[in-house]
């Protein structure tokens, strides 16, 4: 009869590790899912943020291109300039270099 319990009690053990191991490899695969989905919802916000960069600064550029000789030199056009370019800087995904860049996608 303990023969017959050790046995069984070894065939428990087995199933419950079994269990665990595909309880942890469905959590995992969770994982590895939501981690994806996050990168490509960051992938299109650095889309996104790209694209509003570049055309900013596609702006700025035919601004300073059709300014008069008066208006390049003016306070006014400077001032925005300066803030234009600013805000241009903030919405660029790679203004703090690639590495910065790929540290938001987590690999």
Known sequence: MIPALVDLSLVIREKRLESER???EIHEEFRQRDLE???RRQMES???NWRTSTELRSLIAE???SASKEEINSPELARWLSWANWVATGS???RGGVRTFL???KF
């Open 22 to 24: 595909r309880t942890a």
């Open 103 to 105: 540290e938001r996608y």
């Open 46 to 48: 650095d889309s996104r």
């Open 63 to 65: 601004v300073q291109g």
């Open 37 to 39: 989905q996050s990168r």
């Open 92 to 94: 660029d995904p790679l």
